[in-house]
């Protein structure tokens, strides 16, 4: 994948639309590609939170693992979206397990050159944080609909007599 076609396929995803040409180059300048072949683990669970992604072609699995319960698919992420919000918020660990479902290519994106360029290009920053609570309230919102589905008795208020 050259610049020119990293570049473009970075400037899609929301996080990063609206970000100045520089400091797209600049995140281009970090990036690696990586391919996945299908069912290949790309990051476990508990893993160091090290590294965000771009999907740039293929589906990602989100998955937990719960004692007792085994392992549950809690989302998916397609060509087009950001993956990896723990590590460009700080956390230490990975909560999930994401792996390939198809063949899938990723870029790759360095937790410590993110945040730098957040702390160098505030403009950067702002606009690149804000895309990254976008994600996480679709994915909040995604997850409370997984929930109504499971637990969607429906709930009668006190209000009501």
């Not at 740039?56 to 007792?68: D, E, Q």
């Not at 993956?83 to 198809?102: C, I, K, M, Q, Y």
């Amino acid at each position: 994948m050259s610049d020119i076609d990293m570049k473009e396929a970075i400037r899609r995803v929301e996080c990063f639309q609206g970000v100045t040409d520089e400091d797209l180059e600049e995140v281009v300048a970090m990036a690696r590609v990586i391919q996945y072949e299908p069912e290949a683990t790309i990051f476990r669970e508990g893993d160091p939170a090290v590294v965000s992604y771009v999907v740039v072609a293929g589906t990602v699995s989100l998955s937990i693992c719960a004692p007792g319960l085994g392992c549950r698919r809690i989302s998916t992420v397609r060509a087009g979206e950001f993956l990896g919000w723990s590590p460009v918020l700080d956390n230490f660990h990975l909560t999930v397990t994401g792996r390939a479902v198809e063949p899938t290519t990723l870029i790759e994106l360095p937790k410590d050159g993110l945040l730098q360029l957040c702390d160098q290009s505030p403009q950067f920053g702002y606009i690149f944080m804000r895309g990254i609570a976008q994600t996480l309230a679709r994915r909040l919102s995604a997850a409370r609909m997984q929930l109504l589905d499971l637990f969607g008795d429906e709930e009668t208020s006190s209000l009501e007599g």
